[in-house]
């Protein structure tokens, strides 16, 4: 339901305490106090059959006798009489539940699934069961039990745990953090995460959203709501449970690899969320990105007046993985014509700790204007020689110079050791971020690095695919069915040769051998042509083969594969006398000297479904522990930056004499396997390892592949069912023609897409800009752009025309879906000279089916009255239309699927 009914829960105008009581220890009482001591300005009405008033309120015996409708019910009544409790509510009206009781249980029958049930008939949203409450500090209400009301701020929480929420009320209290809102979740049987980051999003009181974590129940609802608010705002989060291990022991070595925690980490990594550790960092990072959302780089200028503490800063830097930036030429003889000779002639700058004001000024403007550094961090330790507040004064004075002289100013962080209050009002009030210590500061820095790497990443613009990568699915399918059809879950050699061929991954091919005879059989031409054999043991029941001696490599002669044969047959029956074991599988034995061994793979996670592995390969892989996942679909700009996350990756390069990895196959084959993974939800695991890479590209020596049946309404439009993230919607692409036959292609948008762009939008007059925009558009940058092809497929649309011919792009409509998926937006573009000629009239056809097939109610968009073209249209297809009350020169229209 998203922020259905949420505007109430923030902004309430009466709040009725259900299970109010006078009892001191009660969270009734305690909801009731807070409510008062908050100063909550709308009515409280008291509900509980026992009483007739409470600390002089008066009190009704229940719901139904409240004389006015609530906006909020807080409910701390015992478990077995929420669920009744719940529907009073709902038939009420009242729009919001806040479910402070615990222990209603879980699935179905239970007393949450009960009380689910009856709000959802009604439209009532429920907070918890089993939860803090809620505090909105600017609204003064505090409908929670928490030991105090926080002072109105702009930080959004968002918390699983009602101890942690409390905790971070109180840790922030003591340094003077305020927030707009804070949630406690708890069991979350209908508001989630999801739900509150699209209201934070959106909401102008909230500068930043803070989560902690402990599960997450609906990963794509997750990811789409995370995606969408980490566009708007920073979002960081906390998630416990860093160390805990998998309850179940993994088939490959890449499920091994792929930790319960890891896998969330890539998850929060690709929403484009900024994790923290603990709440000290959070806090940290709160502060930074308070102040600064915007960074060119991550080359640090260190300035200070003590020498120690600068040093001290540097380690940190390059702990974090920060750089610390050269100083260039031309400033260092800036800083040698104003500063003393004293001063340390390098990066940090320290110029002594006899430092003045004015040196301190003086040393920041000529650090600011250098091109060979991305912020500064000016730090301070006091001393008798000079006056820390009025060196504070003065960084902020060159920072007003340094705003008023460029359009991004350079970040400015300052660190005063022993900062007092005077100080921290001083660089409050210029919005300059401050901290207590040098780890504090470099910290805060490092966070605005990777909130700017991670909003980087969601704008970035992937290279495209080569055209010669055609995957073929049809090849696929009747391999899978078959190997389901036999109850089967492992493919044998032959078949994963069948599959990956299908895709264009390169593996080592196989054949089948029941007996060493056969195995000699089968590897008489590789050995006539000098290719030796390897041959591993084929068993359904033996996962590692070389744990058995089940691996026979460099087999030069007939009489070695039989002798191999015969003993790896033995060896396996002697090590697993139960395993069904069906033969062999000879392979020509792959040499490559100077390659690199990598495992590039697919685990399954019980949460986010699947999930790409990449990491140094080899029989060692688990001890090594090099990897790094990723949320499927890639694109080569994702795959490029999952390889750049390894230690492995730092051996791809040409090193003495060992040339270069073709890393651009290993980014291909990273993709390749991702779409495999996005057509066929039945793959479960996919191990490739090792995977030789050098400079003549990329192969498979060993690949293994686990399948499991799927509904068969899970096969199809909707994508894999089982991503995390909505792949691209292949079965939308159509092939279409003109009223003129002009042959033209309809098909999703994808990130890649944006070159097509700014040719197409200089092929349509300024007059149709404006019709389409509301307004003049001149800025057709690439923040203006990827506002149309970076989309998330599970919340909007938009489908492009392409001339088949050419290429050129002709036409896009766009489909956007409202918070509860019930109505989309949408909005169309043509080329100016292809009018009349239908593309319009397609193009609208195509969403209103897509809409229709998504379960949309509605779409609606905003036309202006003078645009004659696109209102006749829309009453060919039968859209009403209505004045727009809030824009006089405009018409809503709408249409009714």
């Known amino acids: 339901m998203s922020t259905y009914q949420l505007q109430s829960l923030f902004a309430p105008r009466s709040v009725a305490v259900v299970g109010a009581s006078p009892r001191q220890t009660s969270s009734g009482r305690a909801i009731i106090e807070n409510l008062r001591r908050a100063g909550f300005p709308g009515a409280v009405h008291l509900v509980n059959p026992h009483y007739d008033e409470i600390e002089g309120v008066r009190a009704v015996k229940s719901y139904e006798e409240l004389p006015d409708i609530p906006d909020v019910a807080a409910i701390a009544v015992p478990p077995l009489a929420v669920p009744d409790t719940v529907a009073a509510v709902a038939r009420k009206g009242t729009a919001a539940a806040i479910i402070i009781t615990a222990g209603l249980g879980h699935g179905p029958g239970s007393l949450a699934e009960r009380s689910t049930r009856a709000a959802r008939e009604a439209g009532l949203r429920l907070v918890g069961p089993n939860c803090l409450g809620v505090l909105v500090p600017q609204a003064k209400l505090n409908a929670s039990f928490a030991a105090s009301t926080p002072p109105p701020g702009d930080l959004a929480l968002i918390s699983q745990s009602g101890a942690i929420a409390t905790g971070l009320v109180e840790w922030a209290a003591v340094r003077g953090v305020g927030f707009s809102s804070i949630v406690s979740i708890g069991d979350s049987i209908d508001v989630d995460f999801a739900d509150l980051l699209d209201y934070f999003a959106m909401d102008r009181a909230t500068r930043a959203i803070l989560l902690y974590v402990e599960s997450i129940r609906d990963a794509r609802k997750f990811m789409s709501a995370a995606r969408a608010a980490a566009r708007a705002k920073p979002v960081l989060v906390i998630k416990s449970g860093r160390h805990a291990q998998g309850a179940k022991a993994a088939l490959t070595h890449t499920g091994a690899l792929a930790g319960s925690d890891a896998v969330y980490d890539a998850a929060f990594r690709r929403a484009g969320l900024l994790r923290v550790i603990d709440l000290d960092e959070l806090f940290a990072a709160s502060e930074t990105l308070g102040h600064l959302t915007a960074l060119g780089g991550k080359r640090l200028a260190i300035l200070t007046n003590g020498g120690g503490v600068g040093v001290l800063a540097v ?89 008023a002289k460029r359009s991004l100013p350079k970040p400015i962080f300052a660190m005063w050791i022993g900062q007092s209050d005077a100080s921290a009002k001083v660089f409050e009030e210029a919005r300059i971020p401050s901290y207590a210590t040098e780890t504090a500061a470099v910290f805060g820095f490092t966070h605005l690095v990777r909130y700017q790497e991670a909003r980087n990443l969601l704008m970035a613009v992937p290279p495209s695919l080569p055209q010669d990568f055609a995957p073929k699915p049809d090849v696929v399918r009747p ?27 390169p593996v080592t091919p196989a054949l089948l051998a029941r007996n060493a005879d056969e195995a000699v059989a089968a590897a008489k031409s590789y050995l006539a042509n000098g290719v030796p054999i390897v041959l591993k043991i084929q068993s359904p029941d033996i996962v590692h083969k070389s744990e058995v001696g089940g691996v026979q490599l460099d087999l030069a002669t007939e009489n070695a594969v039989r002798e191999a044969a015969q003993n790896i047959l033995r060896k396996a029956r002697e090590a697993k006398p139960t395993a069904r074991i069906t033969g062999l599988a000879v392979f020509p034995m792959i040499v490559r000297p100077k390659a690199r061994e990598l495992i590039v793979g697919v685990a399954d996670d019980p949460t986010f479904g699947p999930v790409i592995g990449f990491g140094q390969g080899g029989t060692a892989v688990e001890v090594i522990s090099d990897k790094a996942l990723a949320l499927p679909p890639l694109d080569l700009e994702l795959a490029r930056g999952l390889i750049a996350r390894t230690r492995v990756s730092r051996i791809l390069k040409a090193y003495r004499n060992v040339p270069a990895a073709d890393e651009r196959a290993i980014e291909l084959l990273l993709v390749k396997l991702s779409q495999l993974v996005a057509d066929f939800p039945e793959i479960r695991e996919i191990d490739l390892n090792p995977v030789l890479a050098d400079e003549t590209g990329v192969i498979a020596v060993d690949a293994r592949m686990s399948i499991a049946p799927v509904q068969e309404l899970q096969r199809g439009h909707r994508g894999n069912p089982r991503f995390a993230i909505r792949p691209y919607p292949t079965e939308w692409v159509r092939h ?64 492009l025309a392409l001339d088949e011919a050419s290429g050129a792009m002709l036409g896009v409509v766009r489909l956007h879906s409202d918070a509860e998926y019930r109505n989309g937006e949408y909005a169309v573009l043509i080329r100016s000279d292809l009018k009349s000629r239908g593309l319009g009239w397609l193009l609208m056809q195509t969403i209103i089916e897509y809409a229709r097939s998504e379960g949309l109610g509605t779409i609606s968009g905003q036309v202006l009255r003078e645009n004659v073209t696109m209102l006749q249209m829309c009453r060919e297809f039968g859209f009403r239309i209505e004045p727009d009350p809030q824009e006089p020169s405009a018409v809503l229209v709408r249409y009714a699927l």
């Open 315 to 403: 380690d940190r830097l390059v702990d974090l993985g920060g750089e610390l930036a050269a100083i260039s030429p031309d400033t260092m003889q800036k800083l040698d014509a104003a500063l003393p000779p004293i001063w340390s002639h390098a990066n940090p700058a320290d110029i002594a700790g006899d430092a003045d004001a004015a040196r301190y000024a003086v040393a920041l403007e000529i650090l600011l204007d250098d091109p060979a550094n991305d912020a500064v961090l000016v730090m301070n330790v006091p001393t008798a020689l000079a006056s820390p507040a009025d060196a504070a004064k003065s960084v902020v004075a060159i920072a007003d110079k340094n705003r």
């Open 736 to 799: 279409m023609q003109l009223r003129d036959g002009t042959a033209i292609l309809i098909r999703p948008v994808r990130p890649e897409d944006e070159p097509l762009y700014p040719p197409f939008f200089a092929a349509v007059s300024p007059e149709d800009l404006r019709l389409r925009f509301f307004a003049p558009v001149k800025d057709f940058s690439h923040t203006f752009i990827a506002r149309f092809t970076q989309i998330d497929y599970a919340r909007a649309m938009a489908f």
């Open 479 to 505: 391999v899978l069915d078959a190997v389901l059809g036999e109850k089967r879950t492992w493919l044998d050699p032959v078949e994963l040769s069948q599959v990956f061929s299908a895709y264009d991954i």
